[in-house]
């Protein structure tokens, strides 16, 4: 197959991706800075109603705490690369294409291989526009030619390497195998042969300078004397030992382009020495285009991986797993060990959970006390199935579940807890789109749904919406305290607390729903049943 | 390191609790004579003093440095002026050296200056070398041996002609700043693989060389100040190297200055107590020995301000892990703590000691608690600030070390005193330290004696009668009262 790029293999996968329809999901969210907004001098807090200028992410990702995620993996806000995560694929092909890249990444030579080849064509892409900037004609032709020297070798040294040690993934060999179909052109190797006789010629010249009273000389080469190394050698200090760093070698010129005297010096050279000089304006008109955009896209792309692999390093020397899942034909669902990789980012300990859903099983409902974890536990599958769909390995121990074709989430923000009329309306409204997109293959994460209501109506509207979505052959994962039954194919799972301490233990396992449990205990404990509470009073008397 | 008479396992400054030593065992006045009136030896033999050694070799080293340097007073005397005068000529230029806020020194300037040290360093150096080669002596520890070797082979006229033709010829940088670079064509077609070729020469003639090449004329603002920086970019390496030299010129004379003047230092102080006619010897290092063995102590202090010979204390505190020593007022118990202070300290610094004999162990670190009347403490009671500092030395302190208390716990009632005396020094003599403990609370000095441990030593100051034995120290029960009455009547007559 022809090389595509080294995001997806083929075109028609890139487009089906970037066409997902759930993507129109968005919500905003305000970063941390974007709660103050300086005007002027002052600096004032914004209300939630005047957030326009957001971001607009997609709502899995901010609900499933993706975005930090995100924000940790590419600390410097490239949104071009921001857009790449938010195209889930929908295909195991890609999948497994994306994988086998990352697989071979995390080889150590692989990786320097393909990294000093991409930091090579940027550094020389940056010279090439950097000599854009410079006024003087031949200064600016000579880093043309700088930097299309260097990307020549860089793609040299790529195919040298590619060719002692073939690599392992598809994706990173057709990239090679295009370079080098475009290498063995005869007029790319026409224009590297003149590069780098050029190149060789300018540089072969050599002159001195003589700063003299009112004036310099620009003159021939002379090679008489090394005045620093002589004083050196006389001058020994007397250290035994000869520790000390050689001096600094001599930097004229520091900054990007000549000053006046550089120019000056410039334009006697080419006086001097004609020939190297035309060659150099001939060959910096080449030069100046010469890097191809694919390899320019490669190079860029290739972040995509390693700047995520970063992350994975990290997690993986404090000791927490992070493994490729394998891809379910069977719509099974199989996950060991999950945790929530925003939390251990942080980082903060976490605790790890299983989730195993037969083919059968259509989805699970999650109970138990207070902050015991079940939201995180929703969202560390949350990024898992997200993750799996992107092709990056994913934080547990073992996965092996199917490519959802559809993520759809809703958290609610039952942490503000200030009621207010028009809540349980808004929160109809916003799961309408889901109710409509969702279909067989989604996945549906919903955290805590109406909860400005009374338990009863509660209920029977989250019955009514978890029935249907099952209907319609979705994947559901919901988080509630007001479980009635539970729906018909659904596992029940429950956050896990000590029982006689009621410490939260974070691991969420099956078991029958608990509302009250953990109540009951609790009052136990203190002496404030019924009965217990009758007689304390009276005995008080 | 070029050489190394002081064997010093780490910089001084290392051991963290030395802050009241000076005071408590008044080392000012050791250190007065030591150094009759010079602020830098003065210094040197402070830091010195107040870092002992731990390790035998070391103490035996420095005993045999000092022998060559009494056997070579002159020689050595010569070579310590010789470093300061070099050390004050450099700091005399050292003006010039700083970052002003009016005007930046051009690299070219510094070297001039730079040069002019070294200069005047290579003269003195000159001098050293004469004054060595001079003596041609063969010296008895290796440690000045290599350095008289250093001295000898480093400057030796033919480097030193070398060294000063040198700089002569980078002086020439007095008089212009042309010079002369090659370079290639490198990135950017900047100039790369750049040398300095020559500094400008003088003339030799009227006649004018026409040179060959392209002439720029510096004819605009921007084209001298681009014509300077090339000539500070080329210079400023050249200025490094000078300076590195003169650097390790200048580290040369700091270390022989400090090294020489703890040596001299211990020359003048022997010189003194010798005058006084205060027995001297060289202490017998042991470390089996468990405890301070001597004949006629004396405090080395206390003879240099009196002026004559004190008297002389026996010490046998071998095998002894507490020393209690209580007596009269006045009668020569802290002077005798001082003294064996100062001993243990000199004879850790590889100095001689103020006694007929003296055998002793290693200590790893001497430390003091006298708490003085004089704390000016505010808002703090007295007992804080004696918990507190002795707090502070329980913090540093190590097994195998020795502790002088000095009164310590009077500052309350004494059955508290008692209480707190009996818990920290049991805690202190099992944890492994040697603790002397000069004290007025007879209540615990008795029940001490009762206990008849063999590892208690109890001394007393004497008195007979109204008349004091002055100032000798016996082993023997503690006394129920200090004759503080006897003391009274004197000083207060009738009253």
């Not at chain 1, 138990?368 to 990024?383: C, D, E, F, P, V």
Request: net charge neutral; hydrophobic share 45%; glycine share 6%.
């Amino acid at each position: 197959m022809p090389y595509h790029s080294i995001l997806f293999p083929s075109p028609a996968q890139e487009a089906q991706a970037k066409r997902c329809p759930w993507l129109a999901l968005c919500v905003r969210r305000p970063g941390k800075d974007a709660l103050f907004e300086t005007r002027g001098n002052k600096t004032f807090p914004v209300s939630k109603h005047h957030l326009t200028n957001l971001p607009r992410i997609p709502a899995l990702f901010a609900d499933t705490g993706l975005d930090t995620v995100l924000d940790i993996v590419l600390p410097d806000a490239d949104d071009a690369l921001h857009g790449v995560y938010y195209a889930l694929a929908t295909d195991a092909a890609t999948v497994r294409y994306r994988q086998e890249i990352l697989r071979a990444l995390e080889d150590a030579d692989t990786a320097d291989h393909i990294l000093s080849f991409c930091r090579a064509v940027e550094g020389a892409a940056r010279t090439i526009a950097d000599g854009q900037t410079v006024h003087h004609a031949s200064q600016s032709d000579k880093y043309a030619v700088d930097g299309a020297v260097a990307y020549c070798d860089a793609i040299r040294t790529l195919l040298a390497g590619a060719h002692r040690q073939p690599l392992p993934a598809e994706g990173l060999a057709s990239f090679v195998r295009a370079v080098r179909a475009y290498a063995d052109t005869p007029a790319y190797r026409q224009t590297e042969a003149l590069l780098h006789k050029t190149q060789a010629a300018v540089e072969a010249i050599s002159f001195s300078l003589k700063i003299r009273k009112g004036k310099v000389l620009v003159c021939p080469g002379d090679t008489s004397g090394d005045l620093i190394r002589e004083t050196r050698d006389d001058l020994i200090p007397l250290q035994d030992t000869p520790a000390q760093n050689p001096p600094q070698p001599i930097r004229l010129f520091g900054e990007l382009a000549f000053g006046p005297l550089g120019n000056l010096i410039a334009d006697a050279l080419e006086k001097q020495h004609p020939e190297p000089f035309a060659l150099l304006h001939t060959a910096a008109a080449q030069a100046q285009a010469i890097i191809e955009p694919f390899i320019r896209t490669f190079a860029r792309e290739i972040r995509f991986y390693t700047s995520y692999l970063d992350v994975v390093r990290t997690l993986r020397e404090s000791g927490l797993p992070v493994t490729y899942p394998a891809i379910a034909d069977d719509d099974t669902v199989c996950i060991d060990g999950a945790y929530d990789m925003g939390l251990a980012l942080q980082p903060v300990s976490v605790v790890p959970s299983d989730c195993r859903l037969s083919t059968a099983e259509r989805g699970i409902i999650i109970t138990g006390a207070n902050h015991s974890g079940k939201t995180t536990y929703l969202r560390a599958i949350g990024q898992i199935a997200a993750l799996t769909a992107l092709g990056l390995p994913v934080p547990c121990a073992a996965a092996k579940l199917p490519v959802f074709t559809g993520f759809f989430s809703h958290f609610s923000d039952a942490e503000e807890g200030d009621a207010r009329q028009g809540r349980l309306k808004e929160e109809l409204v916003k799961l309408k789109p889901i109710l409509q997109s969702a279909g067989a293959g989604s996945l549906v994460l919903l955290n805590e749904m109406f909860s400005s209501t009374t338990v009863q109506d509660a209920q029977t509207m989250a019955d009514r919406m978890i029935g249907g979505l099952a209907a319609k052959g979705a994947r559901v994962l919901c988080v509630t305290h007001t479980a009635g039954d539970i729906p018909p194919r659904f596992v029940s799972m429950v956050a896990q607390v000590a029982p006689g301490s009621h410490e939260r233990l974070y691991t969420v396992v099956r078991a029958p729903a608990e509302t009250h449990a953990h109540v009951d205990a609790l009052i136990a404990k203190y002496r404030l049943t019924y009965t217990q509470v009758k007689e304390r009073i009276a005995h008080d008397v | 390191m070029m050489f190394d008479l002081l064997f010093q396992p780490a910089p001084p400054g290392a051991s963290r609790c030395t802050g009241g030593l000076t005071d408590d065992l008044r080392l000012d006045v050791l250190l007065d004579a030591m150094a009759a009136g010079d602020a830098r030896t003065a210094q040197a033999c402070r830091q010195v003093l107040l870092a002992p050694l731990t390790d035998a070799q070391a103490i035996a080293a420095r005993r045999e440095v000092r022998g060559d340097i009494t056997a070579h007073p002159k020689l050595f005397s010569t070579l310590l002026t010789s470093a300061r005068e070099a050390m004050d000529a450099a700091d005399r230029y050292a003006e010039f050296q700083k970052p002003r806020y009016d005007h930046i020194i051009s690299p070219q300037k510094k070297l001039l200056t730079e040069i002019t040290i070294a200069k005047q360093s290579l003269k003195i150096l000159r001098r050293m070398h004469a004054a060595v080669t001079a003596e041609h002596a063969a010296f008895g520890s290796g440690a000045v041996t290599a350095l008289a070797d250093t001295i000898i082979r480093l400057f030796s006229a033919e480097n030193v002609k070398r060294m000063e033709a040198r700089l002569a010829m980078l002086d020439s940088l007095k008089l212009s700043d042309d010079l002369t670079l090659s370079a290639s064509v490198g990135d950017g077609l900047k100039p790369a693989h750049v040398v300095l070729n020559t500094l400008a020469r003088p003339m030799a003639g009227r006649r004018r060389l026409t040179e060959a090449g392209i002439p720029i004329a510096l004819s605009s603002v921007g084209l001298i100040r681009n014509a300077e920086e090339i000539v500070q970019s080329a210079v400023t390496p050249l200025l490094q190297t000078v300076a590195e030299f003169s650097k390790s010129l200048r580290d040369f004379f700091n270390t022989l200055s400090f090294q020489l003047g703890f040596y001299l230092g211990c020359i003048r102080l022997q010189n003194r107590l010798r005058a006084i006619g205060v027995p001297l010897c060289e202490p017998d290092i042991d470390d089996a020995c468990g405890g301070m063995e001597s004949d006629v102590l004396c405090s080395a202090g206390l003879a240099l301000q009196e002026g004559r010979i004190p008297m002389g204390n026996a010490v046998r505190f071998r095998e002894k892990r507490l020393v209690v020593i209580t007596g009269v007022n006045q009668g020569g118990k802290t002077t005798f703590l001082r003294g064996v202070g100062q001993a243990q300290l000199m004879a850790q610094c590889g100095m001689f000691v103020a006694a007929q004999t003296y055998r002793c162990p290693l200590y790893r670190g001497i430390y003091t608690h006298f708490p003085s009347g004089e704390d000016t403490a505010r808002g703090a009671g007295l007992l804080d600030v004696e918990l507190r500092k002795l707090s502070s030395i329980v913090d540093c302190i190590r097994p195998h070390s020795l502790l002088l208390l000095n009164e310590t716990f009077q500052t309350t009632m004494p059955a508290d005193a008692r209480y707190m005396a009996e818990i920290t020094v049991r805690a202190l003599t099992d944890s492994g330290v040697a603790v002397v403990f000069v004290t007025h609370l007879y209540a615990y000095a008795a029940a001490a004696y009762a206990r008849h441990q063999p590892d208690t030593l109890f001394l007393r100051a004497e008195r007979a009668g109204t008349v004091q034995k002055a100032y000798v120290l016996r082993e023997g029960k503690p006394y129920s009262s200090a004759a503080g009455d006897d003391l009274y009547r004197e000083v207060l007559g009738g009253y």
